[in-house]
């Protein structure tokens, strides 16, 4: 019993941090991927200033 | 001068790879990235130093050559001096190209602002034999001129106290006039005198800067003017086609090319008389281009391409097979420990199935990443990427993308390890809106630093003895096909012409032990920091959706009677015997035998009470919604959970699998690396495994990528494109990979 109780607080702090995680991605200007090659050249870049067009 | 923090803005500019972002790091002490390649600072960087009582805030822009429009590069660092007028601009120029730097220091000269010029690498120029004279070259511009080299930091005090003096000289510096000849001068002349009568946005710019702007038709002033004055605007307009039909009719030129002309006149008038002075040893070729005489040869550069790209997969996977054994047992054993003291329950299932043997199989590839990076780091340093690009440009040209589209697609993984983040945010440099978007669109498809992991373990698993080959072939597979999809596109949705190419080649270095290092270390580190964090949170919440909501009480109890059964067939003395997971030793040998027997029916109806509730969770269940498709290239359910994953990011492909097939696995099979354990396991075979890898390649790009694209592109129908046109592109190759393999009997 004592473990599912664990579990379901464990669940609920990471379905909040995955979310506030994925608001973030979607709000911030900046890229928020931790990625691997050349992130830290791109850090705090300016959100783009054309659109781009298709035909 | 903000007089409440007493603190100076002071700007960095310069040409791509003149050295300004590691002088920045040197002033700053900061660590931002630096590759021996043009174009690696894409947007500003800011950082602080402290002399005399001052507190400069150091603002590094994007190299540039010059301050026309033509990239994004150059607007943002345009705009940045127009609109921020830093109190100082170090102008950082590369001594052993000093012509060619001096164009922009023209410019900024032109735009009025103060400038102190900055001679870098001068010991490389001196190498060269090439002398600068210094002192000359500062009276000639009127400008302090100090020598400097980044890299080891000499000059740089005194760089710093002679910004520290202009900061605080009162002088009004004023723009230079550069005559443009008889052509353009009167004609220039009375439109900055128009400008300054109409007060034409001179809050901001010089008079005579806006009107070279008018005759060089450049899109962001003119458009700018027409909101201002749209009246002015359209006269400034009429007097500069005026010129230009003028000077096509006579020299069969622009304004633009005449203006670039007396630019360059003005330098080489600048450095005459001993200014610069060659000795013989700058007219022989240097060590770079007898370099370059070989590594970009049209027959034998691919070839040494090929060559090179083949030794640091054979050095990665060489050489990071044993570290891996060593994480994968130490996880191992950390999970039997956390068997041993549990209970069985739900928590011992997240920590063992979920973060264990999910995470800890993203974990165990530290190493390999890590030598990855060390390789990517080293040839990066080096210069060799910018030779990559220059060879592939006429490549990219064909298929209808950009030259500057290779470095993007090295970004995102070229050779196996980037990120397509930075790689879709590298494709800023790219002036053509419809080849942009065409690399933005193409560029996920690289074997980024999240995938590798994945195809390692894969490789691992069914092509143990060909793990190098396997991985150049995908190398090359990645980049056939991102080309192939990019003609596509430029075909058919994004039609357009190709805008021309020019790339600098820096001289090759050699890079620091110390540089690597950090460079390696940086990107590895981010590595452990998202296994830690988001791959963490997603392994865990992927592990609930395979939990939970387990098997309902009629199914448990059919199970619960399967059991019993088996018990009941067993005589008295050895119910309890069989209850134990290991024979009595007192057992006589005709009792072990029946007791081996019911043990592993028991054993059997546990795997098929635990994999019927892994079919029943919320994960299954979707997985196995898919199923009925992709069968058609060989992905089961617990696969097709894995890539849904993915999607959040690819390295979760590893940790589903591992919670997939730790779930509902006797103890034994468990402990055993996820790469043994897809190996025997009958669902898979190594046909399987390459459609499986091939999907992976391909299939949508993770969500920081898409959001990347969305920021990028401007538009949420490129995310959305980039998801489903990638997954349908995904599909059809997996099942031609699946389908073909079978046809041909490889198996599966």
């Known amino acids: 019993m004592w473990q599912t109780v664990v579990v379901f607080l464990i669940l609920a702090v990471v379905v909040v941090y995955a979310a506030r995680q994925v608001v973030r991605m979607v709000r911030s200007k900046t890229p928020t991927c931790s990625g691997c090659i050349g992130c830290s050249a791109f850090e705090e870049a300016p959100p783009s200033q054309e659109r781009c067009e298709g035909r | ?748």
């Open chain 2, 1 to 748: 001068m903000n007089p409440k923090s007493a603190e100076e803005l002071v700007a960095l500019a310069g040409n791509p790879n003149c050295g300004k972002t590691t002088l920045f790091n040197a002033i700053t002490g900061a660590h931002q990235h630096v590759g021996n390649y043009p174009g690696i600072t894409v947007e500003k960087k800011e950082g602080f130093y402290a002399v005399d009582g001052r507190r400069l805030r150091l603002v590094d822009l994007p190299g540039t050559y010059s301050l026309t429009a033509y990239s994004m590069e150059e607007l943002v660092a345009r705009d940045f001096l127009v609109h921020e007028r830093p109190r100082v601009v170090i102008n950082i120029v590369d001594a052993s190209n000093l012509d060619r730097n001096l164009y922009l220091t023209i410019q900024l000269m032109e735009l009025g602002i103060p400038i102190v010029l900055a001679l870098n690498m001068i010991d490389a120029a001196e190498s060269r034999g090439i002398e600068i004279n210094a002192e000359e070259l500062s009276r000639r511009l009127d400008r302090e001129v100090v020598p400097t080299v980044a890299r080891s930091g000499r000059g740089k005090d005194d760089l710093l106290d002679t910004v520290a003096r202009v900061a605080s000289d009162p002088r009004d510096w004023q723009p230079i006039h550069i005559s443009y000849g008889p052509d353009i001068d009167p004609v220039l002349d009375r439109m900055e005198a128009e400008i300054h009568a109409a007060d034409f946005m001179t809050d901001t710019l010089p008079a005579r800067w806006t009107a070279l702007k008018f005759l060089e038709e450049d899109e962001q002033v003119l458009a700018r003017g027409d909101e201002t004055d749209s009246a002015l605007s359209e006269r400034l307009k009429a007097e500069a086609r005026q010129v230009t039909e003028h000077l096509q009719k006579t020299l069969a030129s622009y304004p633009e090319a005449i203006i670039a002309d007396h630019r360059y006149g003005f330098i080489a008038a600048l450095l005459k008389d001993g200014v610069v002075r060659r000795t013989q040893k700058a007219d022989r070729l240097y060590l770079s281009d007898q370099v370059d005489r070989v590594l970009t040869n049209r027959f034998f550069g691919p070839l040494i391409m090929m060559s090179i790209l083949y030794a640091v997969y054979h050095f990665t996977f060489d050489y990071s097979e044993i570290p891996v054994q060593w994480l994968e047992s130490g996880f191992s054993v950390l999970g039997q420990w956390v068997e041993s003291v549990l209970e069985p329950g739900p928590l011992r299932s997240l920590l063992v199935s979920g973060v264990i043997d999910g995470v800890g199989g993203v974990m165990g590839f530290v190493p390999l990443i890590m030598l990855m990076f060390l390789a990517i780091a080293f040839l990066e340093d080096t210069g060799y990427l910018a030779r990559v690009a220059y060879m592939l440009d006429r490549v990219f040209r064909t298929f209808g993308l950009h030259g500057s589209s290779v470095m993007a697609f090295i970004i995102s993984g070229g050779i196996a390890g980037g990120c397509a983040v930075p790689g879709v945010m590298a494709t800023r440099t790219l002036r053509s809106s419809k080849e942009r978007l065409a690399t933005m669109l193409t560029a996920p498809f690289m074997n980024c630093g999240a995938k590798l992991p994945v195809f390692a373990m894969l490789i691992a698993a069914f092509f143990p003895g060909n793990r190098p080959r396997i991985m150049f072939l995908l190398t090359l597979v990645s980049w056939i096909m991102a080309l192939l999809i990019a003609k596509l596109i430029r075909l058919t949705i994004l039609r357009g012409p190709s805008t021309p190419f020019l790339l600098e080649l820096p001289p090759y270095r050699l890079p620091t032990f110390k540089g690597l290092l950090i460079h390696t270390w940086e990107r590895t580190w981010q590595y452990i920091q998202k296994a830690g964090t988001i791959i963490l949170a997603i392994s865990i919440l992927f592990w609930a959706l395979m939990a939970f909501p387990g098997l309902p009480e009629s199914r448990k109890a059919a199970f619960e009677a399967d059991r019993n059964a088996v018990l009941q067939s067993l005589p008295v003395a050895l119910k309890q015997a069989v209850a134990q997971q290991e024979a009595p030793d007192d057992l006589p040998a005709d009792a072990r035998e029946q007791w081996a027997n019911a043990r592993k029916a028991l054993d059997a109806v546990d795997q098929s009470e635990a994999l019927a509730g892994l079919q029943n969770s919320f994960a299954g269940r979707i997985g196995m919604a898919f199923e009925g498709l992709s069968r058609w290239c060989g992905l089961d359910w617990r696969t097709n959970v894995a890539l849904l994953s993915g999607f959040a990011a690819k390295e979760l492909i590893i940790s589903t699998l591992g919670t997939a097939y730790s779930m509902g696995k006797p103890a034994e099979d468990r402990d055993r690396p996820l790469s043994q354990r897809l190996a025997s396991d009958p669902d898979w075979s190594p046909l399987k495994a390459m459609a499986v890898i091939i999907f992976i390649m391909l299939y949508a790009p993770c969500f920081a990528t898409v959001t990347c694209i969305v920021r990028e592109s401007g538009a949420w129908k490129w995310g959305l494109f980039s998801m489903a046109f990638n997954t349908v592109v995904a599909f059809l190759m997996a099942v031609v990979v699946y389908q073909g393999g079978r046809w041909l009997g490889i198996g599966g």
